[in-house]
């Protein structure tokens, strides 16, 4: 079985100010690993994906990640947010030949100005 | 790049009654498609995955006679929520993989928004 965790439901920061999401899996095997951003009364736009190679990935925006195998995690990082940032942020999890990612319960942002 | 488009966006619909929705894959060809629902205040449920050449796979709590699913090209697919009730309000989203170009990444649509009254 596969789970990801999103161990925070909401944060809270100021603009400027830098950010780290935090996203932990549970899999046995190699993971493909996502994180998705919706805003309000939108659908899920991709931020970026991890397959393998260098564990730090860049996305759009100034977003990137980077995977731990050893810690199971797939945080994401900005150095510098925005108000617009504002969204709910979903890590999620693939594997091999699964084309149906599991999804975290999102971490909800907000951005104060 | 790659898009995915949903129609409609939005739907109000009597309870006991039917919503069909669509999603159109621009771009690419959508050799794979994902169904999700994000009930209010929850995470997404996958309710099938549909891939070309191969039957459509239900998850567990959700079945064909309830949520028909047509995949007839790598461009389109259509589910319907047959006699929608409040428990199946929510927000569907249809999720396509492009061939083995991207790998495993799935492209979201806007989304179709079932409310249910």
């Known amino acids: 079985a596969q789970s990801v965790t999103q161990p925070d439901a909401r944060v809270t920061v100021s603009e400027g100010a830098s950010l780290q999401l935090r996203c932990k899996y549970s899999?046995?095997?190699?993971?493909?690993l996502f994180w998705y951003v919706q805003y309000p009364r939108q659908g899920l736009q991709l931020l970026l994906k991890?397959?393998?190679?260098?564990?730090v990935v860049q996305g759009v925006n100034g977003f990137e990640a980077e995977f731990s195998k050893s810690n199971s995690s797939f945080h994401l990082r900005k150095a510098s947010v925005h108000w617009s940032d504002s969204a709910v942020y979903f890590c999620a999890l693939g594997s091999g030949g699964n084309y149906k990612p599991t999804f975290g319960k999102g971490t909800s942002l907000v951005v104060h100005p | 790049g790659a898009l995915v488009y949903q129609y409609p966006r939005r739907t109000i619909c009597k309870s006991g009654t039917s919503m069909r929705m669509e999603c159109q894959a621009v771009g690419f060809q959508a050799t794979s498609v994902a169904w999700y629902r994000q009930s209010p205040q929850k995470t997404f449920e996958l309710i099938a995955l549909s891939t070309v050449n191969s039957a459509i796979k239900y998850e567990q709590n959700f079945t064909q006679e309830k949520f028909p699913i047509s995949h007839p090209n790598l461009s389109f697919s259509s589910m319907t929520v047959l006699n929608a009730y409040l428990e199946d309000r929510g927000l569907y989203l249809c999720?396509?993989?492009?061939?083995?170009?991207?790998?495993?990444?799935?492209?979201f649509g806007e989304g179709s928004r079932l409310i249910v009254v």
């Open positions: 999720g396509a993989r492009a061939g083995t170009s991207s790998g495993n990444t799935l492209y």
């Open positions: 991890y397959y393998s190679g260098d564990p």
């Open positions: 899999y046995s095997g190699t993971p493909y």
